[in-house]
């Protein structure tokens, strides 16, 4: 049965925007690399909105999306998908107008930016879907499942090889999200903490779960975690 940890998808706003026809938004990957994307264009045909046009940022991870409102009016919408915590940063930075986010904010983020307001009001926060963290393995792994213990045991680097869980295929991999994912947080919270557990040094980061899980499934010694959304071809425990 896959292992699901939830995830609580946030938008956070602040009171005005830098421009009125340009949208910053900065956080999380596992919104801002296709949900997002794709919510904002689809909210733009909403309101009557045309030429819509959508292309890679300066940076990976990072999109543009252009269009013209109903009255012909350029509009601009920059989405930047570093990791939920940049998002926070970036508001306080006054870099962003929204801060998409994979987890709620923390006590130190709100209040770093309680200047901004009460960003833990249900006016300020809006949960815009749900997601889960997937453990994924190479297709071919036979390994049904894992208990939480054996998984902070495995990426806390003292389950080092599969004969160890009672399988073939020699050292394990770790692959894992960088410290800036919301996802990476969550997962460290149900997994790792409550074991007294740190995250290996030999473990692969990743900014993108979509090239966390394509490396995973291309690697038959692989072991790793991502957004639900984002396992494609991996085999999820």
């Known amino acids: 049965m896959p292992r699901l940890l939830v995830l609580l998808l946030t938008l956070l706003p602040l009171a005005t925007l830098a421009e009125p026809a340009h949208l910053r938004v900065q956080g999380s990957n596992t919104i801002g690399a296709a949900l997002l994307p794709a919510l904002v264009q689809g909210q ?10 959508q292309y890679p940022g300066k940076l990976a991870n990072e999109t543009v999306i252009t269009a013209r409102d109903k009255h012909g009016q350029p509009l601009r919408i920059d ?21 998409a986010a994979s987890r709620p904010i923390n006590d130190n983020e709100a209040s770093q930016l309680q200047a901004l307001g009460d960003l833990r009001a249900a006016a300020a926060e809006q949960v815009i879907g749900l997601d889960g963290v997937a453990v994924i393995v190479h297709p ?98």
């Open 44 to 53: 733009l045909r909403a309101q009557q909105a045309t030429a819509i046009e």
């Open 79 to 99: 989405i930047a998908a570093h990791g939920s915590s940049t998002g926070f940063v970036a508001l306080g930075h006054g870099e962003a107008d929204l801060a």
């Open 140 to 237: 071919d792994n036979p390994l049904p499942q894992l208990t939480t213990g054996q998984l902070a045991q495995i990426f806390a680097g003292q389950i080092q090889r599969w004969e160890q869980l009672g399988v073939a295929g020699g050292a394990i991999h770790l692959y894992a999200r960088d410290d800036r994912s919301g996802t990476f947080e969550t997962f460290k919270a149900l997994v790792l903490e409550p074991q007294q557990s740190e995250l290996s040094p030999k473990a692969q980061r990743f900014e993108s779960s979509d090239e966390l899980a394509a490396r995973v499934g291309a690697d038959r010694q692989a072991i790793g975690f991502s957004s639900l959304a984002a396992v494609h071809g991996a085999k999820v425990l």
